[in-house]
Every structure is written in C-alpha cells, then in structure tokens.
C-alpha cells in the first residue's frame, strides 16, 4: 500500500523557518508524480500551498509566493517544503499529495501541524 508519510512540522515564532519532508513508499516519483503540499486551518478549506510537477515545474499560492521553496529528491522518493518568514496565519495542518495524472492515482500523508506563533 502506497504511504506518504510527512514530518517536519513543529511549533516555530513568526519570522522563522520549518522544512518539511514528505517520504513515500511503493510509488517512485520517477514515474510521472505530481507532488503538492496542501494546508488546511481550523474552519477552513483545503487549499493548494504548492505543486511540483515531474516535469520540474512549480506553482505556489500566491501567499506563499518568495517564501516557500518546493522541491523533490526522486532517488529518495522525499519532497521538501521548505517555509521561510513563517506568518501567524501560515498555521495549519499540511498535507503532502502525490497525483498521477495519465491514471488519476492520487494519494496523501496523514498531515502534519505547522503553528506559528506570535
């Protein structure tokens, strides 16, 4: 069974910097994965935080436009968010998905809670 497993996150002041990893198991990312980072707060939807497609491109939220880095190491099968300038409302759970498109496979991570404190 395919599993996304995210760590990184943590309790970090506003200013700061987290990574998050995102590791997955019995999918390679070699094989035309799409990798995202999605967030979601309390009381609100789940919104797209950052896209890595395989074939290198990225798309970012433009909340989080010059202070987020996404990228991949497909020989570990990991991707990476890496969060600078952390804001209060940078606050949520993130969760990594992996979608396939030529099959529609799409998975994700358990999340992990990202707080920012003042």
């Known amino acids: 069974q395919v599993q996304l497993v995210e760590s990184g996150g943590g309790l970090v002041q506003a200013g700061g910097s987290l990574r998050l990893s995102c590791a997955a198991s019995r999918i390679s990312f070699s094989y035309y994965y799409d990798m995202g980072w999605y967030r979601q707060a309390p009381g609100k939807q789940r919104e797209l935080v950052a896209v890595?497609?395989?074939?290198?491109?990225?798309n970012y939220a433009d909340s989080v436009k010059g202070r987020f880095t996404i990228s991949r190491d497909n020989a570990k099968n990991t991707v990476y968010l890496q969060m600078n300038s952390l804001k209060i409302e940078d606050t949520a759970v993130y969760y990594c998905n992996a979608h396939r498109r030529v099959s529609g496979d799409d998975y994700w991570g358990q999340g992990t809670q990202v707080t920012v404190s003042s």
């Open positions: 890595l497609s395989s074939g290198g491109a990225t």
